[in-house]
């Protein structure tokens, strides 16, 4: 990391003929990096539609679910249920709690 010796401001690395550059966004500022290292910018992680889709088969419930009493089904009455949590949001938002019954299959969704 590195900062304008003009204004202070956080400079942004950038590649320009080959070379990289710091170039500070406030005031304009141009430096060329000194580090002998070479430098990522950005880097991009791309998922597979495998590692994004969660599927409830059939009468199994998914890995890691565990039974809970209480929990009233919404389409049979059942009181017991497998519970499982996803965080299906941004990080800073509390996760998804899943429920299937034991009873009728029914797969609902609770948010905290």
């Known amino acids: 990391m590195k900062f304008c010796p003009k204004c202070g401001s956080i ?3 950038k ?3 080959g070379k990289t550059m710091y170039k500070c966004p406030k005031c304009g500022y141009e430096e060329e990096s000194t580090s002998s290292g070479s430098m ?4 991009v992680v791309k998922h ?3 590692e994004k889709t969660l599927v409830v088969d059939g009468d ?3 890995a890691g679910a565990q039974i809970t009493k209480g929990v009233t089904c919404p389409a049979c009455g059942n009181d017991e249920a497998y519970f499982w949590i996803l965080q299906t949001r941004r990080a800073d938002e509390p996760p ?3 429920y299937k019954c ?3 299959g029914k797969v609902w969704r609770e948010y905290e």
């Open 96 to 98: 998804t709690r899943f």
């Open 48 to 50: 597979s539609i495998k």
């Open 60 to 62: 199994a419930p998914p």
């Open 40 to 43: 990522k910018i950005k880097t």
């Open 102 to 104: 034991t009873k009728c």
């Open 11 to 13: 400079m942004v690395p």
């Open 15 to 17: 590649k320009d003929n």
